[in-house]
C-alpha cells in the first residue's frame, strides 16, 4: 500500500517552458513534504519543502503547492533548463514526539527530461 | 554539500556471505537512516538511528541490521547476502528540523 504516489513515470519538456510534477497521498497524518532531485549515480539532493501549515513554497525557479483536501502535491519548476533533466521523487513525513527521528515515505520517482 | 560518505561506493559478494556497508558524517547531525533503492520503489527505510546505541526498524529491515558505536558512523550489515538484496543503498542523515540529506549510494550486487 503506497502511501504516496508519483503516477507519471516519465515527463517531458521542452526548454524554457514550465515542468509540473505530481505527487498524491493517502495519510491524512502527514505534516512535511519534501521535492528531491536525483541524478544517475549519485545521492538524492533537497531542492525545496513545505509544512501542511502552508499552501505554497517558492525557492528561485521552483515552487511546490501543497493542496490537503486534496491530498495533492506538485512541484513547478519554471523556466525549466536541460540540466533540470534527473529522477525527482516526493517525499513526506508524520510529524513525532520531541527527540524522534522523521521517517520520510518516498514516491516511485518521475523522470524529467528537458530537450533542448 | 552535507558531510556524508559511504563506502564502498560499489561491492559484488556471493549468496550467503557477510557485507557491512559504512556511513559516515562530518555534521554532527542526531539522526541517520539507511535507505535502500529499487526500480518502480522509490527508496525505502530499512533502519535509522536516533543517538549513538539508540536504532530502530524500518519499513524493509528484515535481513539487516545497523550498529552506531559513534556520532559519526553508521553501520549497515546483511548478516547473509541474498539476491533481493542486490540494490542501492543511501544514508541520510538529518537535525530534528526533517529534511534529510543524502549520501552517494553504495552499489551492491549479490551474486
Known amino acids: 500500500d503506497q502511501q504516496v504516489k508519483q503516477n507519471s513515470p516519465s515527463l517531458s519538456v521542452q526548454e524554457g517552458r514550465i515542468s509540473i510534477l505530481n505527487c498524491d497521498y493517502t495519510?491524512?497524518?502527514?505534516?512535511?513534504f519534501l521535492w528531491y532531485k536525483k541524478y544517475p549515480a549519485e545521492g538524492p539532493t533537497f531542492l525545496i519543502s513545505?509544512?501542511?501549515?502552508?499552501d505554497k513554497n517558492e525557492d528561485g525557479r521552483f515552487t511546490v503547492f501543497l493542496n490537503k483536501s486534496a491530498k495533492h502535491l506538485s512541484l513547478h519548476i519554471v523556466p525549466s533548463q536541460p540540466g533540470d533533466s534527473a529522477v525527482y521523487f516526493c517525499a513526506a513525513s508524520v510529524g513525532g514526539s520531541s527527540g524522534s527521528a522523521r521517517q520520510l515515505t518516498f514516491g516511485s520517482g518521475t523522470q524529467l527530461t528537458v530537450l533542448p | 554539500d552535507a558531510g556524508i560518505t559511504q563506502s564502498p561506493r560499489h561491492k559484488v559478494t556471493e549468496t550467503g556471505t557477510p557485507v557491512t556497508l559504512r556511513c559516515h558524517q562530518t555534521e554532527n547531525h542526531r539522526y541517520m537512516y539507511w535507505y535502500r533503492q529499487d526500480p518502480g520503489h522509490g527508496l525505502r527505510l530499512i533502519h535509522y538511528s536516533y543517538g549513538v546505541k539508540d536504532t530502530d526498524k524500518g519499513e524493509v529491515s528484515d535481513g539487516y541490521s545497523v550498529s552506531r558505536s559513534k556520532t559519526e558512523d553508521f553501520l549497515l550489515t546483511l548478516e547473509s547476502a541474498t539476491s533481493s538484496q542486490t540494490s542501492v543503498y543511501f544514508c541520510a542523515i538529518s537535525s530534528r528540523a526533517g529534511t534529510q540529506y543524502f549520501g552517494p549510494g553504495t552499489r551492491l550486487t549479490v551474486l
Open positions: 495519510n491524512s497524518m502527514f505534516d512535511y
Open positions: 513545505i509544512s501542511s501549515i502552508k
